[in-house]
């Protein structure tokens, strides 16, 4: 529980010194899963 605490206290910590490199990251997560769905809708039905 404590290392979760900790990890925690340390992303957001990271967010705040690193804000465009959060929002990058976070971009490309959603590129990266809507480009999953528009695939699986595609290639499912």
């Not at 340390?10 to 690193?18: C, D, K, L, Q, S």
């Amino acid at each position: 529980m404590e290392t979760i605490k900790s990890f925690w206290k340390w992303e957001m910590n990271f967010i705040r010194t690193h804000p465009f490199y959060t929002a990058y990251i976070s971009f490309v997560k959603g590129v990266i899963i809507g480009g999953l769905i528009i695939y699986w809708y595609f290639v499912g039905f």
